[in-house]
Nanobody, 117 residues
Framework: QVQLVESGGGLVQPGGSLTLSCEACGFFATVYSMNWYRQGPGKQRELVAS????????NNVNFEKGRFTISRDNAENTVYLQMNSLRTEDTAVYYCNAYHYNSHEDWGQGNQDTISS
């Protein structure tokens, strides 16, 4: 189990950028991948991007390709989500997630990101 501490969310205008950070504290060796999810108003939670811990294989879901980039600082057990060219429909609570080899999942507290002029 790991504790996930998120930071970096906030309010930005359309077309702007945000970088989210998620630091994992605890026993990290059992984590298979680190992931970002989001849940917009009235919507279900959806996967945004993921990165494996062993070989840093990344996966960005189709609707975010080219705008969102996931990366990881191995030394700091921190994962980042760089979001560019933000749109109003990107407004959501963004959650960091750690998926373990035994299918256990840990979640961060969630950060509200609002894209509005």
């Amino acid at each position: 189990q790991v504790q996930l501490v998120e930071s970096g969310g906030g309010l930005v205008q359309p077309g702007g950028s945000l970088t989210l950070s998620c630091e994992a504290c605890g026993f990290f060796a059992t984590v298979y991948s680190m992931n970002w999810y989001r849940q917009g108003p009235g919507k279900q939670r959806e996967l945004v991007a993921s990165i494996t811990t062993e070989k840093n294989f990344t996966n960005n879901v189709n609707f975010e390709k080219g705008r969102f980039t996931i990366s990881r600082d191995n030394a700091e057990n921190t994962v980042y989500l760089q979001m560019n060219s933000l749109r109003t429909e990107d407004t959501a609570v963004y959650y960091c997630n750690a998926y373990h080899y035994n299918s256990h999942e840990d979640w961060g507290q969630g950060n509200q990101d609002t894209i509005s002029s």
